[in-house]
């Protein structure tokens, strides 16, 4: 009987330093999270609202909720969000697919991002992402690009 007591002292005490770590590591991971208040939204084709962005010293999320302000539909397009750090770097972009939104519709939309020391961010809209740039064409772009920086 009395190694019945002890085994569920135990398992009492087991649960309970289950139970407050996780509580204690939840707390943790929320309050290393800082808001990005700063951020550039360029996009005149959609309504953008940005709802909650956060970054910590690993990662981060922004979600938000985009609407079509034109009285047309608009199909096959992507928000590029690009990630920038406090020097205004580049440290990523990510792309979100807007496959067809009517007008006035509503639309929401997530960003999750894997970078460091993110303070800042610029959503922008365009035709397509890098994957689906020809390579050949992307070659021939930047080769072009590279003669015209050496000619001058």
Excluded: C
Aim: aromatic content about 12%; overall charge neutral.
């Amino acid at each position: 009987m009395s190694r019945m007591k002890t085994f569920l002292i135990y398992l009492l005490l087991f649960i309970a330093f289950y139970v407050f770590s996780n509580i204690m590591i939840n707390a943790f991971l929320k309050v290393s999270y800082t808001d990005i208040l700063n951020y550039d939204v360029d996009v005149e084709e959609l309504f953008v609202d940005i709802t909650e962005a956060k970054a910590s010293n690993r990662d981060g999320h922004i979600y938000g909720i985009v609407k079509n302000n034109r009285n047309e539909v608009i199909k096959d397009k992507y928000l590029k969000v690009s990630m920038l750090n406090n020097k205004g770097n580049v440290l990523g972009e990510k792309y979100v697919k807007i496959d067809e939104i009517q007008p006035e519709q509503l639309r929401k939309f997530e960003v999750n991002f894997n970078y460091k020391n993110v303070k800042t961010f610029k959503i922008e809209i365009t035709d397509t992402k890098p994957e689906d740039i020809n390579f050949l064409e992307l070659i021939k772009t930047n080769a072009n690009d590279w003669v015209n920086m050496v000619a001058n």
